[in-house]
């Protein structure tokens, strides 16, 4: 028997029993909070804003107002181009992007317990885009929050997308001589548009 199948067979050998996944009664957690407001205030707490919009001509124009001094700027919001002052068809690696002021992407799905935002693949030209902007702004429809994550679990499905990620708030840890820095390994900012 070689080495690997000695390993292999004590593996299965000392196998821990199967136990059956919990079954989470989801009535169990109404939706007794206001959910615009609890995901403001979570979003907030997370360290991002939360603004109200009227379209996305709306968002641009008001984040172009935030970021006055703001140069390399995208996004995917239909309809703003103008706002877009790069090309992502001409980038040839990520690393061309690490001058990125402002990324405005869309969200189908905010969750109210944490204020995350659900990102999938279909909503991001490259997939670092989120991550390597200095402020990261996103627009999501108020009637897609949902209140705890068990909801916006059920709501998503591993056939829809082969990446996607929760985002909430800026970049941030504190792990650094127990000082709190933001931005550390991403955005410096974000800012949640609710239309």
């Keep these: 028997m070689s080495s690997r199948d000695h390993i292999l067979s004590r593996i299965k050998a000392h196998k821990p029993e199967f136990i059956e996944e919990p079954v989470i009664t989801l009535e169990l957690f109404m939706d007794w909070k206001h959910v615009k407001t609890e995901f403001t205030m979570k979003v907030e707490i997370a360290g991002g804003q939360v603004f109200e919009a009227t379209s996305n001509q709306n968002v641009t124009e008001q984040v172009s107002a935030m970021f006055p ?76 929050i949902v209140t705890f994550m068990h909801q916006a679990y059920r709501k998503l499905s591993c056939d829809q997308t082969d990446f996607g990620v929760f985002i909430s708030g800026p970049s941030k840890t504190a792990d650094i001589e127990q000082s709190l820095v933001i931005g550390a390994h991403g955005a410096l900012s974000m800012s949640v548009f609710l239309v």
């Design 69 to 144: 001094e703001s140069k390399v700027n995208f996004s995917t919001l239909k309809g703003t181009d103008g706002f877009n002052t790069i090309n992502l068809d001409a980038i040839n690696k990520p690393h061309d992007l690490e001058d990125l002021d402002i990324l405005i992407l869309e969200s189908g799905l905010g969750v109210a317990e944490n204020g995350a935002v659900w990102i999938k693949d279909s909503q991001l030209p490259m997939r670092v885009l989120p991550f390597i902007t200095k402020h990261l702004v996103v627009v999501l429809r108020k009637d897609a």
